[in-house]
């Protein structure tokens, strides 16, 4: 699909168009499901002071940015397994000494 887009709106998948300062821009922008990234190739053209042409390509894990940005980490399930058991071990074995004992 085509989008003609202002400046600063949300980005959509298909081939985004909007002018910039001086010049004009085109993204194309994608989502690989397999992958669970998206992929935005970008061109372009300024007309003002030295003309250019300009291209730039981006790919973006949407998890690991999701985990980056709330300062998460992906653990394993084996691994939570573990501390959940070594965890219920530590509480047994001081259980008897606590003010405030557990329901």
């Known amino acids: 699909m085509i989008h003609f887009i202002k400046e600063g709106d949300f980005f959509k998948l298909g081939l985004n168009l909007h002018r910039a300062p001086g010049g004009f821009v085109a993204m194309w922008i994608w989502f690989d499901f397999a992958k669970y990234e998206t992929f935005c ?9 030295s003309p250019r042409i300009m291209r730039s390509v981006e790919r973006v894990n949407i998890i690991e940015g999701y985990l980056a940005a709330r300062d998460l980490e992906l ?21 008897p000494l606590a003010y405030i004992k557990p329901i």
């Open 41 to 49: 190739a970008r061109f372009r053209l300024r007309l003002h002071r």
């Open 75 to 95: 653990v394993h399930r084996e691994v939570l397994h573990d501390l959940n058991a070594t965890e219920a071990e530590v509480i047994r074995t001081n259980e």
